[in-house]
């Protein structure tokens, strides 16, 4: 079992930007990929952003490429989610989730991901 949990989120202005951390805990043993996934009100939840065990791979949705950053410290057991240029339609609730080991599926898909957080709030204001 693997456990994660998000923080960072919280109210910015349009064009500011935020640090959302996912630390993860458990049984983290193998090589798990990290996903951020968001869900506005009313909207299906939308893949953010992905990185492999390695952190040598890294997916972003278009609407985020550019302007957020994923990236990984093994060491501490944390993904880290640097968003810079937001934009009110960026506000949702922002959930990190877990593959399982060794995971060769698509890091797009949520149907990949085992493991889930709780998810934190970021509302960027216009």
């Known amino acids: 079992q693997v456990q994660l949990v998000e923080s960072g989120g919280g109210l910015v202005q349009a064009g500011g930007s935020l640090r959302l951390s996912c630390a993860t805990s458990?049984?983290?043993?193998?090589?798990?990929?990290v996903g951020w996934f968001r869900q506005a009100p009313g909207n299906e939840r939308e893949f953010v952003a992905a990185i492999t065990w390695s952190g040598v791979n890294t997916y972003y949705s278009d609407s985020v490429k550019g302007r957020f950053t994923i990236s990984r410290d093994n060491a501490k057991k944390t993904v880290v989610l640097q968003m810079n240029y937001l934009r009110p339609e960026d506000t949702a609730v922002y959930s990190c989730a877990a593959t399982s080991g060794f995971y060769t599926g698509s890091y797009y898909d949520s149907s990949g991901y085992h493991y889930w957080g709780q998810g934190t709030q970021v509302t960027v204001s216009s």
């Open positions: 458990g049984r983290t043993s193998g090589a798990y990929g």
